[in-house]
């Protein structure tokens, strides 16, 4: 079954710290791996895409990193500010016949504390 | 704002009404998709059109959802005979066809509450 399992589902730091979120999937044949930024009550915004030949890719203070042989993708925050403070999801993306399907995972809340 | 654009962004309402969200996309972008997302989850797929074509279709969609894009440019969602289940987060987002699937943008949401 194809599947996005992200951890930790919860997570509490205080500003200007790192922090890293997990990204697990199970999904084939794979395509590419999205993390999105999602604020309260508002719609995803896209930090990153990568495909099956990257294994970091850098947005800012975000660093993606993807390990495609253990279906493994991680987020690394630098610096934490306040406005951090977000659910980031993790989206895998698979063909499917002539069509790419999206695979979401439940996402991690970071609260960035002062 | 050339994002994506969706209205209304609070609708309530009480249950057995008809609702209808619209939403505008980036207007170069072919596809159109609309998600719904409840608190704490991610979001869930309900439909997708290229152009003017609904290509897919969720099994969530219930016969008491429709969405169309009839101009292959905005589209429109409607629920009709709301349940109190249907309260939830109705984003749209926006892409261009790529080999990647395209890169999605999304809009603000249409957030629902049936009381």
């Known amino acids: 079954k194809n599947q996005v399992e992200q951890s930790p589902q919860s997570l509490i730091i205080l500003e200007g710290k790192n922090c890293t979120l997990q990204?697990?999937?199970?999904?084939?044949?794979?395509?590419?791996l999205r993390w999105y930024k999602q604020d309260t009550g508002r719609g995803p915004v896209s930090l990153t895409i990568?495909?099956?030949s990257e294994n970091t890719k850098s947005n800012g203070r975000y660093t993606a990193t993807l390990d495609a042989d253990t279906k493994q993708s991680s987020l690394h925050i630098t610096a934490s500010q306040l406005s951090d403070s977000a659910s980031y999801i993790c989206?895998?993306?698979?063909?499917?016949?002539?069509?790419?399907?999206?695979?979401w995972g439940l996402g991690t809340s970071l609260a960035v504390n002062p | 704002d050339t994002g994506v654009s969706q209205d209304p962004r609070h609708k309530i309402t009480k249950r057995g009404q008809n609702v209808t969200f619209r939403c505008d996309p980036i207007?170069?972008?072919?596809?159109l998709y609309w998600y719904r997302q409840t608190l704490g989850q991610g979001p869930e797929f309900l439909t997708y059109?290229?152009?003017?074509?609904?290509?897919?279709k969720s099994r969530l969609l219930s016969d008491r959802f429709s969405a169309e894009r009839p101009k292959g440019s905005f589209s429109t969602l409607e629920i009709q005979r709301t349940e109190q289940g249907d309260s939830a987060m109705y984003l749209c987002?926006?892409?261009?066809?790529?080999?990647?699937?395209?890169?999605?943008?999304f809009g603000e949401g249409s957030r629902l509450t049936v009381l």
């Open positions: 990568m495909t099956f």
């Open positions: 989206v895998v993306i698979f063909n499917a016949g002539n069509n790419r399907k999206l695979i």
């Open positions: 987002a926006s892409s261009l066809s790529g080999l990647d699937g395209g890169e999605l943008f």
């Open positions: 990204c697990n999937y199970t999904v084939s044949p794979f395509s590419n």
């Open positions: 207007s170069e972008h072919n596809r």
């Open positions: 059109f290229q152009n003017e074509a609904q290509l897919e």
